[in-house]
């Protein structure tokens, strides 16, 4: 399904306390990314990924009844919503470069890949694509060898398309997941959220890959 993002600040009723928001709604996921702003914890960045066909309805909305919206669809957990700018859309597109490096160039974070907001990786993935990047570069630096060779650069590469490559394939998999209305889908989705929330091992590993804890991170990323 063809997805874009309308994306806005409000400022709620009750305080975010600090946390992410995520609801599902109907393939739609809502999200309620707390901001703070002059010590005022009642802000939130929204994040709504729907259809172009909602999103171009939400951005045509006066202030008061897109705050109403958001307010319904996310059951008025934070209480009443008002929007404190405008919304604006534009398309959800998962992309994958076919090379990150060529000689003294080299793609990190969104330039070599981007991917679907669902569950917040964007800023990690990018974050660690520079850190091993750096790496590369000061290792070869102490070997003296060139450092913007291919050879170099193209180690960069091979530490970080595989996991990047992982972790857009399960974003995708997350999304027809989550935006499917079949019922084998919905089942398997719940089942899957409700067991995964039971076996507090598993979601301790899932937990600690996505916050970039686990698996063979560079130095500056420990
Ligand atoms: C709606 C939405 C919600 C998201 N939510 C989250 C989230 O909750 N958590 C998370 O981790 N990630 C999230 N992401 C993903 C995250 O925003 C990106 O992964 C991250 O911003 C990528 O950082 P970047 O520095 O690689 O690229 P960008 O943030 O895109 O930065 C690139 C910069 O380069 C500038 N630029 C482009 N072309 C040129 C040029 N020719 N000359 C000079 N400057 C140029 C651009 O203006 C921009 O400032 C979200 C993405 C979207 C679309």
């Known amino acids: ?18 946390t992410a928001r995520q609801a599902f709604i109907g393939g739609r996921p809502l999200a309620f990314l707390p901001l703070t702003v002059n010590g005022d914890d009642r802000f939130c960045s929204i994040v709504w990924s729907t259809t172009p066909e909602h999103a171009s ?41 076919q090379h990150y490096v060529q000689p003294n160039f080299a793609l990190v974070g969104d330039a070599a890949h981007s991917i ?32 913007g060779s291919l050879a ?3 180690r960069y590469e091979r530490r970080r ?18 935006g499917s209305h079949q019922p084998v889908f919905t089942l398997a989705r719940n089942l899957g959220m409700s067991g995964m929330n039971q076996l507090v091992p598993l979601k301790r590993v899932v937990m600690r890959q996505a916050t970039g804890e686990r698996g063979r991170l560079p130095a500056s990323c420990r």
Request: aromatic content about 8%; proline content about 4%; charged content about 20%.
């Open 1 to 18: 399904m063809e997805q874009e993002a309308v994306v806005t600040t409000v400022r709620c009723e009750q305080s975010h306390g600090a």
């Open 57 to 97: 309805e939400l951005t045509a909305y006066s202030a008061e009844a897109l705050g109403q919206a958001l307010g319904e669809a996310f059951d008025h957990r934070l209480g009443d919503v008002m929007p404190v700018d405008s919304a604006y859309r534009f398309p959800l597109v998962q992309r994958h470069a």
């Open 116 to 147: 679907h907001p669902l569950a917040g990786q964007g800023v990690n993935l990018g974050l660690m694509d520079a850190a091993v990047l750096a790496e590369e570069v000061v290792a070869a630096w102490h070997r003296g060898a060139p450092w």
């Open 152 to 154: 170099t650069l193209s």
């Open 161 to 178: 398309r595989l996991g990047n490559t992982a972790m857009l394939g399960l974003m995708k998999g997350f999304k027809v997941l989550f």
